[in-house]
């Protein structure tokens, strides 16, 4: 008999997203005549660059070409990406090698993958609310999972307990869901803490572009022993639009070392390596000729101009909660507005007043953990005209 992984009946039935696309494709069905504004999953609606897609259409002609044709890539991603990573991060103060750098498909992708390198016995540390695949990924290893609360008492940013003990730490500045980004000084916190408990802190900054407040640091690199207790996972898909082109990188330093059980001192960056070239074929040649020119001065011109229109929608967002006196988190430095739910409202029982009343969708904070019970996640990623029309709702219905 073939044994399956029991740990997956531990798991929900289903995704979050996937709750909330079924209630809202049932809702849409039986009122055909709403026109109903999605706010709820983080994809974004602007097209890629300009200077995007000229780079991607002509690596499509190199690829109809025999003499310029590539078959298989390097399954850590081409140098030439790697460079233009590096001078993206020494733009910011971080010195990165290239062999540091891995170029995936994606965030999400490595933040479930990269649990390969780690031992089941270890203590997961996570906070709540928490982005789904941080917690999903390790029920389905069967660790131990110990949660920090994040509340309005520590603005959603929950700060290290040396009376805790943890073996991996999961970080996410700005937060996602909450909108919340970690000052310099708490990430100083964060890393003393790693080093002190010998883990490693598994830091998400998908969403490090949308950082406006030079004091914020948009790279835990730039914090002094981070590159000891580190790994960061990056995306391009708010950054740049790629939510549908796939494109992320995972910076793993070659100083982060751990020991097995049986006491072997292994090189992260090395073992990561090795997942990749075995489980990994690699982003393909197109997609990364687009990635490179996303890094290009024209690139970083017009992908802010994207990001721009996304962070004016989430400041009317913002404007129109300020008016009602709604309590939120996020809306700077962040495309997601972590609103409190009004009169007491659960955060599914919101969900359905919005559906049903003012026909938009948002996310249910109780999606992301008991924390989040109470709460609700709006995203900036609309198109003008539908962000505006949801404050005008929002401002005569709430």
């Known amino acids: 008999m073939a044994w399956v992984n029991e740990n997956y009946a531990v798991l929900q039935d289903s995704y979050l997203f996937s709750q909330v696309a079924h209630k809202v494709a049932d809702y849409a069905a039986s009122h055909p005549e709403t026109k109903i504004i999605r706010l709820g999953i983080g994809d974004v609606t602007l097209p890629l660059a300009p200077v995007v897609v000229e780079a991607m ?3 499509v002609a190199e690829m ?9 890539g390097p399954e850590q991603g081409y140098d030439f990406l790697h460079k233009a990573l590096v001078k993206y991060y020494a733009d910011f103060g971080v010195s990165l090698e290239s062999s540091e750098i891995f170029i995936s498909d994606g965030a999400k992708s490595d933040c479930g993958n990269i649990t390969d390198l780690f031992d089941d016995a270890n203590v997961i540390l996570v906070p709540d609310p928490v982005y789904p695949v941080y917690l999903d990924t390790n029920i389905m290893r069967g660790r131990q999972i110990v949660f920090m609360q994040g509340s ?8 290290p307990d040396a009376s805790v003990k943890a073996d991996i730490i999961y970080l996410c500045s700005p937060n996602n869901p909450t909108g919340a980004a970690y000052s310099r000084a708490q990430l100083k916190e964060w890393v003393a803490y790693a080093r002190q408990q010998d883990a490693v802190i598994l830091y998400d900054a998908a969403y490090e572009a949308f950082i406006e407040d030079p004091s914020l640091p ?4 730039t914090i002094e022993g981070a590159k000891e207790c580190a790994i960061e996972l990056c995306s391009l898909s708010k950054t740049a639009g790629f939510t549908g082109t796939r494109c992320g990188y995972t910076v793993v330093p070659l100083e982060l070392k751990r020991k097995t059980r049986t006491g072997k001192e292994l090189s992260l960056n090395k073992m990561w390596l090795r997942r990749q070239t075995t489980k990994f074929n690699g982003v393909p040649y197109i997609v990364q000729r687009g990635a490179e020119a996303v890094f290009t001065p024209e690139g970083q011109r017009q992908c802010r101009e994207n990001l721009a229109y996304y962070k004016e929608n989430a400041r009317l967002i913002g404007a129109a909660l300020d008016e009602k006196g709604i309590l939120y988190y996020g809306g700077k430095n962040s495309p997601y507005i972590w609103m409190q739910c009004p009169d007491n409202m659960k955060s599914w029982e919101f969900f359905d007043y919005l559906l049903e009343k003012l026909g938009i969708v948002g ?3 109780s999606g992301f953990g008991t924390m989040g019970e109470g709460w609700f996640r709006l995203t900036a990623f609309a198109s003008r005209e539908a962000t505006q029309e949801a404050v005008e709702r929002f401002r005569k219905c709430l």
């Open 363 to 365: 996310t249910p904070g």
């Open 57 to 59: 259409q002509k690596a």
């Open 152 to 159: 309005p008492d520590n603005d959603f940013l929950p700060m």
């Open 218 to 221: 948009r790279s835990i690199f």
């Open 64 to 72: 109809g070409v025999k003499e310029s044709f590539r078959g298989y």
